[in-house]
């Protein structure tokens, strides 16, 4: 290894393994992942919904790529805080920047900060189990929720409100997670979008997984189902537009079944203030109007929506990395084909996949051709790359070492994996996922122990 181009790829998500995927396939190519959590996986362990089971599958195929010979997972390493990106070019050739979009954007309306209310992925991280995420977080004491943004995310967070405490005892949530869900005292669940039916984002078959709910009704008022002349061609020409609104206008007519909960999907509705004493009570929406050409207008008529709860998942954005360059207009690293660029320059050894090259958009396997564009480019550049000084694969972990970063190896992984399936064994779970940092460091640590 230590005569081969080594890489250094910043983020285990699925954008950096795929990318770690294409860079593995060349023998005179090692790459280490880089992840500031001890655990990899990225968004598929903190991002996807728990009883997604069959997507969250994927880990098997992303977990070979991190047991190939030439790839390493070096856990617990924080890109400007562990190490700086200069210090990193001394022991890597190349860097590829796979980061992500870790933050919501705001809806910028009066109240919005007000208790109660919470970015989506701030709850999506409390329910999977993220390390960061506070574990009281949430008490789910609200009896009306309102979920702003009818994209997948959304879709997500009202089917895990929905559902019910045993439900979701298959899934690897944490206990707390579980026994806050269980106690949850909401009733009623307001998904809330801007536009039209036709314009929403989420894709059919998490649709329709809300009207498979055993204990939550879909209300979906029929008046808020029109088109506009685009909308029309929408439906024309788009299959998941079609198969949406032919789902959303069944549940337009089904009767409810009088379950415990109700799944309010509402459309043409633009939050324009939270209302509250102290915390959240309501949210004002202003009623829209589509005006033939896709896009809305406001009415000036308002809808008040009572909520003690408000998620916002209204779009992601990327976070700047310490020493690299950032857009802060649209929230990537710019590039040019996934070529860093500096002061309008191409940056020599440094690239960039995912959503922190292209934003937020597309699916997990959108990733793939994503990174096989910027590989490609690196590859054809490695003639050209200086070689790092410091080459020798050890040596990164000793800088690391001194200065006290425990770095959590693919084997500290394994005994963390290891100690999730335990716990899930002795309460009858397939997996329970440990929430906290130093739990997780200290299951890691075993495997240095053994």
């Known amino acids: 290894m230590s005569g081969s181009v080594r890489v250094a ?13 294409e860079l593995s396939k060349h023998d005179a190519v090692s790459v280490d992942v880089v992840d500031r959590l001890p655990c990899p996986y990225g968004l598929l362990r903190y991002g ?66 007000l208790p109660g209310s919470f970015s989506a992925t701030t709850f999506v991280a409390w329910y999977c189990g993220h390390p960061d995420a506070e574990v009281d ?9 309102v979920v702003v943004g009818v994209g997948n995310v959304a879709v997500d967070v009202a089917r895990i409100l929905a559902k019910t405490a045993h439900e979701l005892g298959v899934t690897d949530m944490p206990d707390h997670v579980l026994k806050v869900l269980g106690a949850s005292a909401v009733s009623d669940i307001h998904i809330v979008g801007r536009r039209g039916p036709a314009q ?33 061609e929408l439906v024309e020409t788009n299959k998941t537009v079609r198969r949406n609104l032919e789902t959303l206008q069944e549940w337009s007519t089904r009767s409810q079944r009088g ?44 809808v008040t929506l009572p909520a003690q709860l408000l998620l916002r998942s209204v779009g992601y954005r990327g976070l700047p990395l310490p020493g690299v360059p950032f857009d802060e207009r649209s929230g990537v690293i710019p590039h040019v084909a996934g070529r860093v660029q500096r002061n309008g320059s191409t940056a020599a050894g440094e690239y960039v996949v995912g959503w922190i090259k292209r934003g937020p958009t597309g699916v997990i396997g959108t990733n793939k051709g994503d990174a096989k564009e910027t590989v490609e480019r690196l590859l054809h550049d490695l003639d050209a790359l200086p070689r790092a000084p410091h080459r020798e694969p050890d040596m990164i972990i000793d800088r690391l070492a001194r200065q006290g970063v425990g770095v959590v190896t693919w084997a500290g992984w394994e005994a963390i994996d290891a100690a999730e399936q335990a716990l899930g064994v002795a ?18 640590a075993k495997a240095l122990a053994d």
């Open 137 to 145: 977080a949430f008490t789910l004491d609200a009896r009306s929720a």
């Open 427 to 444: 309460a009858g779970r397939t997996r329970i996922k440990i929430a906290n940092r130093e739990a997780l460091l200290t299951a890691a």
């Open 200 to 232: 929403a984002k989420f894709t059919t078959k998490e649709l329709r997984e809300l009207g498979e709910l055993a204990n939550a009704d879909v209300v979906v008022d029929p008046a808020e189902l029109v088109l506009d002349e685009a909308g029309k």
């Open 48 to 113: 996807v919904a728990p009883d997604h089971l069959k997507m969250k599958s994927l880990e098997i195929t992303l977990r070979k790529i991190l047991e190939r010979p030439r790839v390493r997972f070096l856990g617990g390493v924080e890109l400007g805080t562990s190490i700086s990106v200069d210090e990193l070019r001394k022991y890597y050739d190349a860097m590829v920047y796979a980061t992500g979009s870790p933050v919501d954007r705001r809806l910028s309306i009066p109240g919005e900060d």
């Open 259 to 302: 379950r415990p909960r109700r799944i309010h999907l509402r459309f043409l509705l633009a939050p324009v203030a939270v209302l509250g004493t102290g915390r959240v009570e309501a949210v004002q929406c202003e009623r829209n109007e589509l005006d033939g050409s896709g896009g809305v207008v406001g009415t000036g008529e308002t």
């Open 9 to 21: 790829v910043i983020g285990s998500g699925p954008s950096g393994l795929y990318a770690a995927d």
